[in-house]
């Protein structure tokens, strides 16, 4: 158990639609990272957050946003949903913006889209 | 354009049977190279992080080594349940920049 925990594990919805998914980081950790994880593209930076504010930007559509709050839990929000978006979601975290801190990843929420 | 390629895709191994794994990077300052595994529709578990070319590091019967442009996963005797797909990740000298993942190697260990 690695301490980052995410909800809802399993998410059905159609498209067009908007999800939100959630993270708790581990206690302590100020960075959060979301990535997406699809059969054909593997494991893809979306976004970090740092004690809630916006630290970087990856491969993130625009339909696409997220926040930290006050409490470091961090939320992604999905919308106008695609088939494509179909993917597992992880989050990670890690203590701070120090290049060379590990990121601990949480079991993931997978997103059908239908 | 930063990238990380592990090798092979796919093996199959018989319990006992020691061999390795490949990562190779191309980038533009690492920071960091990082190593997880990933059991099916479970989030990467963290294996190990190696920061400089001659590093190891061990762990059961894994061994983690790294050169300048590649690193390399050693499995010694593994068994059934080292089954699962191997993650290597980059850390790159961009402020603010995450991992960058490989497509992993998926190891079946059959007894």
């Known amino acids: 158990d690695s301490g980052v925990t995410q909800t809802p594990k399993h998410l059905i919805t159609a498209t067009g639609q908007r999800v939100t998914l959630r993270c708790s980081p581990r206690s302590g950790d100020l960075s959060v990272y979301w990535y997406q994880q699809s059969l054909d593209q593997g494991l893809q930076f979306l976004i970090q957050y740092y004690n809630g504010e916006e630290r970087a930007k990856g491969n993130i559509l625009e339909r696409f946003s997220a926040q930290q709050f006050p409490d470091l839990h961090s939320e992604l929000n999905l919308s106008s949903l695609e088939l494509g978006d179909s993917a597992l979601y992880f989050c990670a975290s890690s203590g701070g913006t120090a290049d060379q801190e590990t990121q601990y990843f949480g079991p993931g929420t997978r997103l059908l889209v239908l | ?111």
């Open chain 2, 1 to 111: 354009e930063d990238q990380v390629t592990q090798s092979p895709e796919a093996l199959r191994l018989q319990e006992g049977e020691s061999s390795s794994l490949n990562c190779s990077y191309t980038v533009s300052g690492l920071r960091g190279l990082f190593w997880y595994r990933q059991d099916p529709g479970k989030g990467p578990e963290f294996l190990f992080t190696l920061y400089s070319a001659g590093e190891e590091k061990e762990k059961e019967r894994l061994k983690a080594t790294l050169t300048k442009k590649e690193s390399f996963l050693h499995i010694t005797a593994p068994k059934p349940e080292d089954s699962a797909t191997y993650l290597c990740a980059v850390h790159v000298n961009q402020a603010g920049t995450a991992l960058i993942f490989g497509k992993g190697t998926t190891l079946s260990v059959s007894s």
